[in-house]
DNA sequence: TCTGGGGTCCTAGGACCC
DNA sequence: TCTGGGGTCCTAGGACCC
């Protein structure tokens, strides 16, 4: 029964979702950008997505995850510019502060959005449109930034509110009217109702979150299964099932890290894809050192020019944690599942069933892992404090890249011959 | 339209074990 | 003799989110 996995008392919660955030946060950078139509992302003759588009931009048909090129046609005016991921990671670790003097029962659920649990903070911080507005002033004020807060009895309520709240404003569903509030909007405006589960609520007739509400909660788990019974649940405002119905600050630890690279143009050419899929591996072993994680499995991600992509894992007899050891095996499925010389879009490097430890090494090979383990660590370190281009251990792209590649190919640190 | 990069979760089938 | 089934692990793919 769905109704019996809500907790017995009424919370609140507040959605707080930051406004055209990566677009304000620019601003701050640069105020002319102010009032105009803004795309964040990259160039508008680039390969590549909208991140963000301002509210002046989305007048004209731009939205995220937009082709920018896309954009650019529709409205050829707005000024795009290059995202910058340090930026917004400072600004949301200041989101993040703010917040956190209101409750320490914050989560972010990405860089611009969090869930605050505010149940029980009447006495300290009123009634919860009054602790919402002052959320709202502080945050302002102190970060520069706007923001809507949605309230609700569960995380769907206040995340759909503050969807409605936008931009800039406050929304509060009161406890007991949420199946009213949902009831007008289109299904898609469900968390979890995306353009495939769209089209097919459609093709039976159900538009609206209210078209949903009538149906037979036994027909929509038939034919949709786990999935359709938690959607009977979400259009009564439930928090039915999977993430959202965790608490509010729980800890997740992460399942699984991963870099993957597009390249500008297609290419066939060995030594550079191989070359990328070893800075691919430094990088996801870098992620692993610093978080204190081995995988046990590794998986090798490959589009092609027409956009086939398959993904092929391995899962190791130990769990590592170092570059090599994550290229040599990504190496081998490339070469067991490259079609040779058909042009490759995309690679990508991907890490997961993550162990704290690494299991039973023997001693002569821990030892050897030891040894390479301080090796990185002290590579790692190198980079922090002069860059990322100063220490490669076959990093790079073309040109100087290739005579690297060849004459070490399992891109051994140190002097001395691979192998 | 010509489609990024980082994630999470779910499904489904096959292998293998009891 | 004929016919089981559950549980877990692994892999591949896909929907979805920001």
């Not at 803004?38 to 939205?63: L, M, P």
């Not at 600004?91 to 956190?100: Q, R």
């Not at 159900?206 to 909660?217: P, S």
Request: hydrophobic share 35%.
């Amino acid at each position: 029964m769905a109704a019996a996995q809500q907790p017995a008392f009424l919370r609140t919660i507040f959605h707080v979702d930051m406004d055209a955030f990566f677009v304000s946060v620019e601003e701050l950078y640069d105020p002319s950008l102010k009032g105009k139509a803004v795309v964040v992302g990259g160039q508008r003759d680039e390969r590549g997505v909208v991140s963000a588009a301002s509210y002046e931009a989305r007048k004209f048909g731009v939205h995220s995850a937009m082709p920018l090129r896309t954009a650019a046609k529709q409205c050829p005016h707005a000024i795009f510019v290059d995202g910058h991921p340090e930026r917004y990671r400072e600004c949301s670790e200041k989101v993040y502060k703010v917040l956190g003097s209101f409750t320490p029962q914050v989560e972010m659920a990405s860089i611009d959005e969090a869930y605050l649990d505010m149940t029980g903070t009447e006495r300290l911080h009123g009634p919860p449109l009054r602790a919402a507005h002052n959320l709202h002033q502080r945050m302002k004020a102190e970060t520069g930034l706007n923001c809507s807060v949605g309230i609700g009895s569960s995380r769907l309520i206040a995340k759909v509110s503050s969807g409605q709240a936008k931009p800039n404003g406050v929304l509060w569903i009161l406890p007991g009217e949420e199946a009213k509030f949902l009831s007008p909007l289109d299904v898609r405006e469900i968390p979890g109702v995306g353009k495939v589960m769209e089209s097919h609520l459609h093709a039976l007739g159900i538009k609206k979150v209210g078209d949903l509400a009538k149906l037979e909660e036994g027909e929509l788990e038939e034919r949709f299964g786990k999935w359709g019974l938690a959607l009977a649940g979400k259009a009564r405002g439930e928090d039915a099932g999977g993430w959202f119905d965790s608490e509010v600050a729980a800890e997740h630890d992460a399942k699984s890290i991963s870099h993957e690279h597009t390249y500008n143009e297609d290419t066939a050419d060995q030594p550079q894809l191989e070359s990328t899929l070893m800075r691919l591996s430094e990088m996801v072993g870098r992620r692993l050192r610093e978080s204190n994680f081995h995988a046990r499995t590794v998986q090798l991600k490959l589009r092609y020019k027409d956009f086939t992509t398959i993904t092929r894992a391995h899962t190791l007899p130990n769990p590592t944690q170092l570059d090599t050891e994550i290229f040599e095996h990504i190496r081998a499925l490339f070469r067991k599942n490259w079609k040779k010389g058909i042009q490759v879009r995309l690679l990508g490097v991907h890490a997961s069933s993550f162990t704290t430890q690494s299991s039973q090494i023997d001693l002569l090979e821990g030892g050897r892992q030891q040894r390479w383990k301080d090796a990185l660590t002290a590579a790692d370190k190198l980079r922090d404090k002069f860059g990322e281009s100063s220490v490669g251990l076959a990093s790079g792209l073309r040109g100087s890249f290739r005579e690297r590649t060849h004459e070490n190919p399992a891109g051994l640190p140190g002097k001395g011959k691979a192998k």
